[in-house]
T-cell receptor, first 111, second 110 residues
Framework: GAGVSQSPSNKVTEKGKDVELRCDPI?????LYWYRQSLGQGLEFLIY????????KSGLPSDRFSAERTGGSVSTLTIQRTQQEDSAVYLC?????????FGAGTRLSVL | GENVEQHPSTLSVQEGDSAVIKCTYS??????FPWYKQELGKRPQLIID?????GEKKDQRIAVTLNKTAKHFSLHITETQPEDSAVYFC?????????FGAGTRLTVKP
């Protein structure tokens, strides 16, 4: 596709439920990132995939958060047993030659 | 790992004035320094970047300077306009491993 695609654009869930957020990076981009952005706040790094290397998971806030990248392309961020403090916009970016291109994000609301 | 600090966190200027945002980084191996602009409710967009083999880069009203010795870089916006109002993020990267600053909320008052 022409850009980074994220789905869904909005997700409302109940506390305690699991959610999956999807990111389709730009074709050919070997690097993929997930960030969390709370209202009016900065970009909180979550996880980084680079090619076939082991992902950098140092930003994941708890063991309820996990992410996969299958076949070096599509990535899924999973949040288990969601809590209200998980409510935020989750942004995905893919990169070639260091330049990151962001998706439009998934706005997650945990009620 | 890389640590990027950004100042100020908020900046308010009068239309037509200049705005300067500063960032420092910790990893001397970082060699790519982009700046992103994020308007309210939108995704971050790259506005300008600089690589470590140059000290300054300019694109119309926007310029970025880099001091590798001191490990700091700055964004300069001249003749600010109300549409420049946004949150600006700096970042430092090495081999695609990028870390962002906390952001600066710029408000340009007409």
């Amino acid at each position: 596709g022409a850009g980074v695609s994220q789905s869904p654009s909005n997700k409302v869930t109940e506390k305690g439920k699991d959610v999956e957020l999807r990111c389709d990076p730009i074709s050919g981009h070997t690097a993929l990132y997930w960030y969390r952005q709370s209202l009016g706040q900065g970009l909180e790094f979550l996880i980084y995939f680079q090619g076939n290397s082991a992902p950098d998971k140092s930003g994941l806030p708890s063991d309820r958060f996990s992410a996969e990248r299958t076949g070096g392309s599509v990535s899924t961020l999973t949040i288990q047993r969601t809590q209200q403090e998980d409510s935020a916009v989750y942004l995905c970016a893919s990169s070639a030659d260091n330049i990151q291109y962001f998706g439009a994000g998934t706005r997650l609301s945990v009620l | 790992g890389e640590n990027v600090e950004q100042h100020p966190s908020t900046l308010s200027v009068q239309e037509g004035d200049s705005a300067v945002i500063k960032c420092t980084y910790s990893d001397s191996a970082s060699n790519y320094f982009p700046w992103y602009k994020q308007e309210l409710g939108k995704r971050p967009q790259l506005i300008i970047d600089i690589r470590s083999n140059v000290g300054e880069k300019k694109d119309q009203r926007i310029a970025v300077t880099l001091n590798k010795t001191a490990k700091h870089f700055s964004l300069h916006i001249t003749e600010t306009q109300p549409e420049d109002s946004a949150v600006y993020f700096c970042a430092a990267s090495h081999n695609n491993d990028m870390r962002f600053g906390a952001g600066t909320r710029l408000t340009v008052k007409p």
